[in-house]
């Protein structure tokens, strides 16, 4: 898959700015940083400079790294060029996220009262709607989207159960909202409940279709190539 700097540009801008802040930040602030809130967005944990400022953008970095060299070992690499717009803007969303919550935590280290659930709890929807809204485009292939041996095994049931799950990741994200709002452990644990329900429909309605195909022909461009 031959990289789109039009998405890798913004990525690595990101990037960038998470290692300028971490280095900008670093003789500013004191050894001791909050790494870890609550429920309700208080501090409840605290860790070293490293941990504070460099742990997250090198987490970031690996991600990036990780997911631009999976697809080229892919046995359907082939497939990633007929979803290369929907790939790029999936990682844009996932490096986005992830530079923002890194940006709510510098804001906390210097000192200034972050509720980091009203933060992350929002972030983690919307990038569950934005991911929700780009399922149903995913072609086929080993690492990216829902992959179960039957919607590996079955072109009726990876693009049904991708517009399911499309849907059903969306709703997942506006769950969240209530839980920013109320910020309780109970409201917590029923977005958690039904989550784990959705993705654990979304793998039984891909067994489901897979039963119910006539023909079970497995998704073009997942065997491997030859080249």
Not at 6 to 23: V, W
Not at 31 to 42: A, V
Not at 50 to 62: A, D, E, S, T
Not at 202 to 211: A, G
């Amino acid at each position: 898959m031959k990289l789109n700097w039009r998405f890798e540009l913004p990525q690595l801008l990101l990037i960038g700015a998470m290692f300028a802040a971490a280095l900008w930040a670093w003789p500013q602030l004191p050894d001791r940083l909050p790494i870890h809130w609550n429920i309700h967005g208080e501090v409840d944990g605290w860790g070293n400079k490293f941990m504070g400022l460099l742990f997250v953008p090198l987490i970031v970095l690996g991600i990036y790294v990780l997911m631009v060299i999976v697809p080229r070992f892919d046995p359907g690499k082939a497939n990633y060029q007929s979803f290369q717009k929907v790939y790029g803007i999936i990682r844009m969303a996932i490096v986005a996220y992830l530079a923002a919550v890194y940006a709510a935590m510098l804001y906390a280290a210097f000192g200034h009262k972050v509720n980091m659930t009203s933060v992350i709890l929002p972030l983690v929807g919307i990038l569950f709607i934005v991911l929700g809204n780009f399922l149903s485009k995913i072609r086929p292939n080993w690492f990216v989207g829902v992959r179960t041996p039957w919607t590996l095994s079955s072109q009726l049931s990876w693009d049904k159960t991708h517009r399911v799950a499309g849907w059903l990741f969306i709703l997942m994200g506006f769950l969240f909202v209530p839980v920013a709002l109320l910020q309780t452990m109970w409201s917590l644990l029923a977005v958690l409940i039904c989550d784990g329900l959705c993705l654990v429909w979304i793998v039984i309605y891909s067994y489901l279709v897979f039963r119910s195909d006539p023909h079970r022909v497995p998704p073009a461009g997942i065997s491997p190539s030859n080249d």
